[in-house]
């Protein structure tokens, strides 16, 4: 199946059910033994794989009724892109998925367990972290996991062996560039073939140049792509694709993230959990970050991009009708909203942050103590641009407008007529 049908399958409303799905959850029937939890996984790297396995096993050993957890990975960008045929068609009972916006978009249609019940008796969670996990009905929906800031990563041997200085502003970005350039480094390691990297980097100049607001209301679709604010974005950003890595569009972020890993480039813009996960453990500690730099002073650096994941359980698995089975799957959103629960996995993943305030920090990384200031000192936390929207618009406009803005960045005007014709045709759908 081509990458464009993968996409175009996102938009599918309920005849979804009819075609054949990329994700088949592993039930064997509704109900079965009451005991065994089916977990649809989007985690399919191997750091963060292998740290839900040992948080899953822990549950098992500790469960007195001896449920057990079977897990269903599916590749991370099949997982995302077809979340609506999977929802609609045979989901497994639990699964991972992402807090705000794109939670609140299946809640409303109808997708997903209210689990209020469950909140009523979590503790460690903030106010905010309630928010981000509730829909526009009031109800809980998401039991929040771990969160991750995105920033400008780079390594500390690299700038100490040429004299490198976060900069603080644009100006000071484009200039730190430049000199990686002489230096015969690829100032910015650069992707966008999994279709969301990118998004990043525009979110990042456009809450700079915008602030966190604008981004808020064009994400909902009550701004116009057409507007001279975010022609400047697009402005700005073209101004930076000649320091960036070329040929974005067929490089992954694994290779990116490598190619800072290995030298090549100096810098990169990403969340926490994706140099990390390139970075072999010996080398954990020669990563580093600085937020992404000022462009109008007026919003400084007050938005900080830190998406927030959890578990979720969709409605359609014919296993929860059996309340043996939805008991079971309740109990697991539980425990996994424990400290101890986050501990466990954070041991074999260092390279997120965890959300409950019963965790344990002491043994936080010196890089994952930054990301806590980062986040704690932001003014405005965003979710990132595919999480903040519709996943249609996200999947079937963003990610090809993307993609060709930085195949040619030259027709400005002609991408953020296309992207508005689209966006108005999308969110007239309801």
């Known amino acids: 199946m081509s990458r464009r049908a993968l996409l175009r399958g996102t938009a599918i409303g309920a005849g979804a059910v009819t075609l054949p799905s990329l994700l088949t959850a592993c039930g064997s029937g509704p109900g079965g033994d009451g005991k065994t939890i089916h977990l649809g996984s989007n985690s399919s790297d191997p750091v963060p794989k292998k740290a839900f ?57 109808g997708l997903l367990h209210d689990i209020s019940d469950n909140w009523s008796g979590y503790e460690g969670f903030s ?34 062996q040429y004299g490198y200085q976060a900069p603080k502003t644009l100006d000071e970005y484009i200039a730190l560039a430049r000199q990686m350039q002489k230096d015969k480094l690829v100032p910015i390691a650069f992707c966008d073939k999994d279709g969301w990297p990118a998004m990043g980097t525009f979110d990042y100049i456009n809450m700079r140049t915008n602030g966190y607001e604008f981004h808020k209301n064009l994400m909902a679709g009550q701004e116009a792509w ?88 969709a409605k359609k698995s014919k296993n929860l009708k059996n309340d043996k089975v939805m008991e079971s ?16 996995y954070l041991a074999g993943d260092p390279s997120n942050i965890a959300v409950s305030d019963r965790a344990d920090t002491s043994k936080y990384t010196a890089i994952q103590k930054k990301a806590v200031e980062l986040v704690s000192g932001a003014k405005q936390i965003s979710q990132f641009l595919d999480r903040d929207t519709r996943p249609d618009f996200s999947s079937v406009v963003m990610i090809p407008a993307i993609q060709s803005f930085i195949n040619n960045p030259k027709d400005v005007d002609g991408l953020v007529n296309d992207i508005e014709r689209q966006k108005k045709t999308i969110f007239a759908s309801d």
């Open 53 to 109: 396995a040992d948080a899953f096993a822990a549950y098992e050993k500790q469960s007195k009724e001896g449920r057990k957890v079977k897990v269903n990975t599916v590749d991370h960008n099949t997982f995302q892109e077809n979340i609506n045929r999977y929802l609609q068609g045979r989901p497994d009972d639990v699964f991972m998925w992402f807090a705000g916006y794109r939670m609140q978009f299946f809640a409303k249609k």
């Open 127 to 160: 106010p905010a972290l309630k928010a981000q996990s509730t829909g526009e009905d009031g109800k809980q929906y998401l039991t929040p996991y771990y969160y991750y800031p995105w920033a400008v990563f780079h390594r500390k041997s690299v700038f100490r």
């Open 329 to 344: 799957a309740k109990d697991l959103l539980k425990w996994l909203a424990t400290g101890e629960a986050e501990d466990i």
């Open 226 to 313: 057409t507007d001279k604010r975010v022609k400047q974005v697009f402005e700005t950003w073209r101004s930076l694709l000649p320091y960036c890595q070329p040929g974005a569009n067929g490089r992954t972020w694994q290779e990116a993230a490598t190619s800072l890993q290995r030298k090549e480039a100096g810098m990169a813009v990403f969340g926490l959990q994706h140099p990390g996960a390139q970075f072999p453990q010996a080398e954990q500690e020669d990563l580093d970050f600085f937020p992404f730099p000022v462009i109008d002073p007026e919003h400084g650096q007050d938005a900080v991009e830190a998406p927030i994941d959890g578990f979720l359980l």
